[in-house]
């Protein structure tokens, strides 16, 4: 195996675990603004509740 295989071969893993990090920080992105969004929702019916 070339240097120039072993090079790309390195890239090809660097892209992949790039991609997967970026895949994985979206979708934590995600739940979480759901899960703030959740949890707005019921501080304004604890709201309408106190009034």
Known sequence: MS???KTSEALQ???E???TAADEAEDMGEKA???VEE???ELEER?????
């Open 39 to 41: 949890a707005i929702d």
């Open 3 to 5: 240097d120039s295989d």
């Open 47 to 51: 709201i309408e509740k106190l009034r």
């Open 17 to 19: 675990t790039f991609e």
């Open 33 to 35: 603004r759901e899960e």
């Open 13 to 15: 893993r660097v892209r």
